[in-house]
């Protein structure tokens, strides 16, 4: 699958669509079951404050990839993102009340690159705070 946004038709500062990712306990289960993550700070309260957390927290990749959603969507190809990365600055706590976490993310392209590729940086939070710093991806367009 080629991407299907053009390298030309690209500009500096243009924002990719933001996007909202609703996280439940049973999201973090079947991500564990996936993942083979089965670390209890990801699906057991008690746990989780026990070693200092505010409740259970949603897996690190797992937030990573709900983030990473935004700029595949945009692209139009999974295999166009040859680059990214990420630092955690603050956990999704993810409650048991029926509600749950909602990860909000937004991108913006902010350079482009030679060879076809162009840097888009990521913001994303969760509860109003600003879960990922220095998110960015390199993509490779047609």
């Known amino acids: 699958m080629a991407a299907s946004i053009a390298y030309e038709d690209v500009e500096v500062g243009t924002e990719l669509p933001a996007q909202v990712f609703p996280v439940e306990r049973a999201t ?11 670390n209890p700070i990801h699906w057991n309260e008690r746990f989780a404050r026990e070693v200092g957390l505010p409740d ?3 897996h690190g ?3 990573m990839a709900s983030a990473i959603r935004v700029v595949t969507d945009w692209a139009g ?7 990214y990365g990420v630092r955690f600055t603050k956990p999704v706590v993810v409650p048991d009340d ?12 902010a350079a482009k690159l ?3 590729l162009v840097r888009v940086d990521l913001m994303a939070t969760s509860a109003g705070q600003k879960i990922l710093g220095m998110a960015r991806a390199v993509v490779r367009l047609p």
């Open 77 to 83: 190809d999974p295999g166009a993102v040859v680059e």
């Open 28 to 38: 973090l289960v079947r991500y564990a079951g996936a993942s083979g993550d089965f």
């Open 61 to 63: 990749m797992f937030t």
């Open 114 to 116: 030679d060879d076809n």
């Open 56 to 58: 259970v927290i949603a």
């Open 98 to 109: 029926g509600q749950g976490a909602v990860i909000e993310v937004g991108a913006k392209v």
